[in-house]
Every structure is written in C-alpha cells, then in structure tokens.
C-alpha cells in the first residue's frame, strides 16, 4: 500500500477481497437474488401481521453463518404500545 | 488395499489443477506407490504435456470406453518413475463421449491394481466435471488467494455437499507471501475463513512450475523448488503423515535468514 492510500485511509487491497467476498458468498450460498429476498421479506411480513401487530419499516432480515451452514436470522419488532394481537383481516 | 480415487476440481480454469495433478501423482509414485492419473479433460488434453508423456500416447480414454482398446493399451507408463500410469483424454471429442457410469466403470477396472487412482476434472460445474467426480473417493478443491478463484471454489464445494462428496479439501495455490506481507493478496488463513473447508495444501507461486512445465518435468521431482516440497507434503498428507504447513511468511529459507542475521543480504 502506498503513501497516499494510507494518508487517505484507503484500505488495503486484500481487507476489501476478504470483506466483498464475504458478502458475494453469502448471497451465492444462499442462491437467492436480492429481488427474491426482497420478496420473501414482503411475504413474511404479510404472514406474521396477520398474527400480530408488528413494525414493518424495521423488519431486518439477515444472514448468519457457523462453518459452511447458514441460517436465515429475522428480527420482527413487533408495535411497541399495542402490544395487543392484531385483528384478523380477511 | 484397493486405490484411494481421488478427483481434483476448482470450478475456475487455470487455477492449478493439471499442476496440482501431475505433481502429486509424481510425490506419491517417488515414494513407491502405484499411481494411475486420468486426464479427464475431454477435448483440451493437456496432463500428457506436463508429465512429459505426450509422444507415448497411442489410445485415450474414449478408446477405452468405446471399446477400440483394453484399458491397458490406453495406459502410458512414465519414463522415471515406473510405478506411474497416464491414461491421457481424448483430444478430438466433447465431454459427451463420456458419462458418469463410464467412468465409475473404468475406475472400478483399475481399483484393485493401483493404490491412488487421481483424476483431473476440466473447470466447470457440467458433464465434465460431473464425470471426475462421480468415481472420487475424495474430492481435493483447488483455488488461488484471489476473488474469483475463491468464489468458483464455494460454489464448487457447495455442489459436492450436495453431491454428498463431502465438502473437499482445499489446496491453495500460487501463494505469494510477498503480497500478502503487504496485505494485497487473501492469506491462507483468509480463504479458509471464507470457505470453512479443511486444508491439504498451501503453494507457493513459484517460476519453477513453468520451468518444469516447459521440460515436461513437474516440480515435485525438484528437491529445491519450494512449490515442489509443497506438492510433496499434499501427497505425504493424503497418505495419513501429519506433516505441518511450509512457513510462506518467512519469503527465505533457514540459510537466507541466517545470512540476513549476518547481514549478508
Ligand atoms: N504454484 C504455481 N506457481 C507458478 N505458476 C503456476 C503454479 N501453479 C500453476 N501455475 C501455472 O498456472 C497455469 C495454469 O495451471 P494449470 O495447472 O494448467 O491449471 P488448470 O488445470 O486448473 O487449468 C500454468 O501455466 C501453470 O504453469
Ligand atoms: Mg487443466
């Protein structure tokens, strides 16, 4: 890494392989595409709020990984003050 | 004992894997083992050239398969090393000439003659590669530290778990501990973070590699040749040594220090 890069606290090369990699292996893994996660977020989502009220603007879906085995992590806040089970709509 | 079939694939073209192939099986036949390797890459022969064997070659595999010769015929013995075999590909046919139970067929031919049988795979994740590793008792995933080579190889690997082949070992090649001092390449330690596969090998990138390429002599014949020595403990670790990984961090050997400790260099 030369000076400059390391004046301008560019990182060096290898970091950001590892870290894009990071990144592209978990997708690849998954063998879904973002439009497709997008989808099942939306589909969970509609699933869980026909059960309870929860708060789909922070809905976060992730992945997480032990070795080479991957679980699909879903936090799902549910509505803070309406603790209340949602009203079943038809 | 019957032979260990072992298949060497990678995913990305050019990573290694006729090197790493041709290598190992001359580690393993220098220590008296009966080793048989298949060029299994139908169409762009190349493992006849690295060992140096590309003008024995009367039969190929397909001849085999279709029957125009005995699976002896189509055997090249090496001119060193007596207990090494080639079975060279066909180099004016397509992968279809063969399938997977063709080649569980010949490897089942040739189990209880040899004590490793080791197959070259095409790169790919199609009919080529599907044929190498239909017969392996043991998958070795080949990769360089660099990011395309890596993510072919996790692809690779998730296909051979679900191929129920076992996730692999890994053998990473063309190490350059220069770079990664400077920290512009993936280290080994890197790519095993990434991949979560066991390690057989670490390589170094080493101009010898071409020479011998070039002679038809594969490193591993070379006593100096760092790749060589890595190649050798690839082929000691298959047969059950415990040998621990080359220091790459450390650029000179035990000499080149002592004489930087001297400041002679
Ligand atoms: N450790 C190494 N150091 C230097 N060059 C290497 C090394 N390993 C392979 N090579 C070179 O890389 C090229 C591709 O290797 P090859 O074994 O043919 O790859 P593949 O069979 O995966 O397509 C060849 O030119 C070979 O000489
Ligand atoms: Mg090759």
Redesign the pocket.
């Known amino acids: 890494m030369g000076f400059f890069e390391r004046l301008f606290g560019k990182k060096n090369s290898a970091d950001s392989a590892k870290e894009r990699l990071q990144l592209v292996l978990i997708h690849d893994r998954m063998d879904l595409t973002p439009a497709e996660l997008d989808s099942l977020r939306d589909d969970l989502i509609a699933t869980i709020s026909r059960h309870v009220e929860i708060d789909a603007q922070s809905v976060q879906i992730g992945m997480e990984h032990d070795g080479r085995s991957q679980r699909l992590v879903a936090d799902i806040p549910l509505k803070g003050a309406s603790r209340r089970r949602a009203k079943r709509s038809k | 004992m019957p032979a260990q079939v072992i298949t060497i694939t990678?995913g990305?073209?050019?990573?290694?894997?006729?090197?790493?192939v041709a290598n190992i099986a001359v580690a393993l036949a220098s220590e008296g083992a009966k080793v048989v390797c298949i060029d299994g890459?139908i169409g762009l022969r190349?493992l006849d050239v690295?060992l140096g064997l590309e003008n024995l070659i009367v039969y190929d595999i397909v001849d085999v398969i279709e029957g125009r010769c005995r699976l002896r015929q189509a055997m090249i013995r090496d001119k060193k090393l007596p207990e090494l075999y080639l079975i060279p590909a066909a180099q004016t046919r397509d992968k279809n000439a063969v399938s997977p139970s063709d080649m569980n067929r010949l490897i089942k031919d040739l189990r209880n003659d040899f004590d490793f049988v080791l197959i070259?795979s095409p790169?790919g994740i199609e009919r080529g590669f599907k044929n190498a590793i239909a017969p392996a008792d043991r998958v070795l995933v080949?990769t360089n530290p660099e990011v395309s080579a890596v993510r072919d190889a996790d692809r690779v690997i998730g296909i051979l778990e679900a191929e129920e082949k076992g996730p692999g070992s890994l053998i990473i090649?063309?190490l350059n501990p220069t770079l990664v001092k400077n920290h512009d390449m993936l280290s080994a330690d890197d790519v095993l973070d990434l991949l979560a596969v066991e390690l057989i090998g670490i390589?170094?990138?080493?101009?010898h590699?071409?020479i011998g390429?070039n002679r038809g002599a594969p490193v591993a014949f070379d006593p100096k040749s760092r790749?060589g020595q890595a190649f050798r403990n690839i082929a000691k670790r298959l047969r059950g040594e415990k040998v621990p990984f080359l220091d790459l961090d450390d650029t000179g050997g035990f000499w080149q220090r002592l004489q930087r400790l001297a400041g002679r260099k």
Do not use: F, L, M
């Open positions: 990678s990305k073209g050019g990573v290694g894997k006729t090197t790493a890459d190349n690295i070259d790169a080949v090649n063309r390589v170094p990138e080493d101009e590699v071409i390429s790749a």
